[in-house]
């Protein structure tokens, strides 16, 4: 019996383990840098704020918010954290992680932008830094991955923490293996 629990346990801290290596390997935390504009992906609590307050300290003299209808980052709520409305550039067709990066990179094509610090969700910083990298690809466009605290940073995580990390290695390893069609759907 004794030796069986110890199975268990031994197990049980095997797996929070690994989960605890997984999301750390998942999150991209650069220094913010000055940059050109600020673009904040939709899709989550806490983006915004984390890119209003890099804003606010001098950053970028623009804020661009992907698919600005997203209820988490809209026009609205940034001119309500402090942006003014003249420095917002609104990005409102993405649906994904990889056509925030492509409809992005239009605005900055278009407003003649050459620097950009991207913010996401600590958890899904990997695979924007991933996705953003290869198209912004010889752009000559320079990026700055810094996220936006989500998971907690307890030893002990959450069931929804698991979860999340789980789902966002199944969908990093989709775009590494060019399973865009099954990754899209973010």
């Known amino acids: 019996m004794l030796k069986r629990l110890s199975y268990i346990i031994t197990t049980l801290f095997g797996i929070q383990l690994l989960f605890l290596l997984a999301r750390r390997f998942l999150i991209v935390n650069e220094r913010p840098k000055k940059a050109d504009v600020i673009i904040v992906l939709s899709g989550g ?34 001119i309500e954290l402090g942006i003014p409305e003249d420095k917002l550039i609104l990005e409102e067709r993405a649906i994904s992680t990889h ?76 775009y590494w293996l060019g399973a865009y069609e099954v990754a899209e759907k973010d």
């Open 99 to 174: 056509t925030n990066a492509i409809y992005a990179l239009e605005k900055m094509k278009e407003q003649q932008l050459t620097s950009a610090i991207i913010i996401s969700s600590d958890f899904h910083m990997r695979r924007v830094r991933y996705i953003f990298s290869k198209v912004y690809e010889n752009t000559g466009i320079e990026l700055t991955f810094v996220a936006a605290p989500y998971l907690k940073n307890d030893f002990l995580m959450e069931g929804w923490e698991i979860q999340t990390i789980f789902y966002e290695w199944v969908k990093t390893f989709g």
């Open 45 to 78: 609590p806490g983006r915004l704020e984390k890119g209003a307050a890099l804003f606010k300290e001098g950053n970028a003299d623009q804020l661009m918010l992907t698919n600005s209808n997203d209820t988490w980052a809209t026009a609205q709520e940034a």
